[in-house]
């Protein structure tokens, strides 16, 4: 079989859940608090993937206004029974100190493209939700992590097995089936019945660089569970040179030639800092089954190199996109939180049109439609038309993690009114959200006419670039460190910002009158360049 190179999703694709159906390969990946919910990808080869959905699109399905930086969907895990698809995806409204707040939902359709249903509550115990379809009794049981804020003797205090069914809800009792190992931070878990045992598949270790995939297995569901005899299928906790770290967090599935394959979460970090800022990327390993325990071949170490049935078209990675808007925004893009986008975006006149609202950042409605940076090293530019009256009213074009790590090249007023350019960062800012201005001096434009954006990644390092209507492009600023634009500076502690680095547009009117920015366009062009680590 030909060989691929990991990620097969390349960017923030994160904990990967994998279902066979038909003869086509579907994985869904979480989103947080980018919007529309849950992005799932298709496949017939293993090999190229293309996203066919986020389903998870409308208020009555998912809310996330208020949410912080990191919360809102995590985890999602896709099935297929009963003539119908199943999703399970976890809503985190609180993750920082001793409490986490998640609710825990399930929706349904009859194809993977909808309708989807409407939301099922089904419990708010923990998080990192699964469905398992016991085929051999009808049977439906949900499995979650549960979370202990009194740490007795953790915080992560095990994995929760409870039956339920689709017209009662959750039955019976509730056990903690699972307590996981000395490595702790128990998540992730995805049931399986094979040969007359259950499987219990989690992750551990957090999702940082002592990540792991876990597995157990017992006679009876209910437990006891024994422990694989590696304990640990899957790791690069003690590789550190391995070209993909973090790994774990994974799924399995069987193709039809009976061959097994785990995705998993990865990460490939730049700098001597070690910052993944394509964030949690989708990879996947051969396995094979020995004496009724998994192994993954070559592991526990992933492999870079991954023998599976298809051939992977580069050219579609590595092909510039341009964006127009005709008639609807791009799939490729997502924005923030708010399931009422018309408030923050419309398109209008072959044109994408940012409707002011709150500051960058903002975790209640901000005006951001962005894309996820998939390639170490890239351009982006758009064309923007914007009239500021003052300073409070600013637009332009950002490099976007978070509220407390972006760079934002705006167009802006002084308080007189002229316009003029106007560079802001956040830098590492958590917890205070503090701005910095990189620039000595503000770049005074004409009082009207449009503006060419640009910006050059080249691995870690960013430049912003700017043009006046018949000009050429030039610098504007200093070139700045792509790399803080990555889950190891999002803001938080270790395990604590799960996201990746985002490219796109904003727009902001503190004066609340909804003051409108207009792009006619926007580039992504994939580069090549010495600092990218793709072999290695």
């Avoid at 094979?288 to 993954?296: F, K, S």
């Avoid at 709150?358 to 923007?384: K, N, P, Y």
Wanted: proline share 5%.
């Amino acid at each position: 079989m030909p060989q691929i190179r990991n990620p097969i999703l390349p960017g923030f694709n994160a904990d990967p859940s994998i279902l066979l159906h038909n003869g086509t390969y579907y994985i869904a990946t979480s989103t947080f608090e980018w919007y529309p919910g849950v992005q799932i990808h298709s496949s017939t080869d293993l090999a190229n993937w293309s996203l066919v959905t986020r389903p998870l699109c409308r208020a009555s399905q998912l809310d996330m206004r208020g949410n912080p930086d990191s919360c809102g969907v995590w985890a999602p895990c896709l099935s297929f029974a009963d003539g119908r698809f199943w999703l399970v995806y976890t809503d985190v409204k609180r993750k920082d100190g001793s409490f986490k707040d998640a609710h825990n939902y399930i929706v349904t359709a009859p194809a993977i493209t909808g309708p989807w249903s409407e939301r099922m509550h089904v419990n708010s115990s923990g998080f990192d939700p699964s469905l398992f379809h016991d085929a051999a009794t009808g049977k439906k049981w949900f499995v979650n992590m549960l979370q202990d804020h009194r740490r007795r003797p953790r915080s992560f205090a095990g994995i929760a097995l409870q039956e339920w069914s689709l017209e009662k809800g959750l039955i019976g009792q509730r056990k903690n089936v699972f307590a996981g190992t000395e490595l702790d931070l128990v998540e992730g878990p995805h049931l399986y019945k094979r040969n007359g045992y259950f499987y219990l598949l989690t992750a551990e270790g957090g999702t940082g660089y002592d990540h792991a995939c876990t597995v157990a297995r017992s006679k009876d569901i209910w437990g006891p569970y024994e422990l694989h005899p590696d304990k640990y299928i899957l790791s690069s906790k003690d590789s550190h040179w391995a070209a993909l770290q973090r790994a774990g967090h994974g799924d399995i599935v069987e193709t039809p030639e009976g061959k097994t394959y785990l995705v998993h979460l990865s990460g490939r970090p730049i700098t001597q800092n070690r910052r993944c800022v394509l964030g949690r990327e989708t990879s996947i390993q051969e396995a094979e089954w020995r004496d009724d325990w998994l192994y993954v071949k070559n592991g526990p170490v992933p492999s870079l190199f991954v023998d599976v049935p298809g051939t992977r078209d580069e050219s579609v990675y590595w092909a510039e996109k341009r964006y127009t808007f005709e008639r609807e925004l791009h799939q490729d893009f997502q924005w923030l939180r708010t399931p009422e986008h018309e408030r923050i975006f419309k398109i209008s006149d072959d044109r994408l049109v940012l409707i002011g609202r709150e500051s960058i950042g903002s975790w209640f409605e901000q005006a951001l439609v962005a894309r996820r940076q998939t390639h170490f090293s890239f351009d982006a530019e758009t064309v923007i038309d914007f009239a500021p009256s003052d300073e409070r009213q600013f637009a332009g074009l950002t490099a976007y993690y978070c509220r407390y790590n972006f760079f934002y090249l705006t167009i802006t007023a002084h308080s007189d009114g002229e316009r003029e350019l106007l560079i802001m960062s956040s830098e590492g800012s958590w917890p205070d959200g503090k701005l910095s201005f990189p620039m000595q001096d503000p770049v005074k434009i004409p009082t009207a006419g449009k503006v060419k954006l640009a910006l050059t990644v080249r691995g870690a390092e960013g430049q912003f670039w700017y043009a006046l209507e018949g000009q050429e492009l030039a610098k504007i600023g200093k070139r700045w460190d792509a790399s803080i634009l990555s889950d190891e500076c999002g803001g938080h502690h270790a395990h604590g910002s799960f996201t990746g680095a985002f490219v796109g547009v904003a727009a902001s009117d503190l004066n609340g009158q909804a003051k409108e920015a207009k792009f006619d366009y926007f580039v992504y062009r994939p580069v090549k360049h010495e600092t990218d680590r793709y072999e290695i």
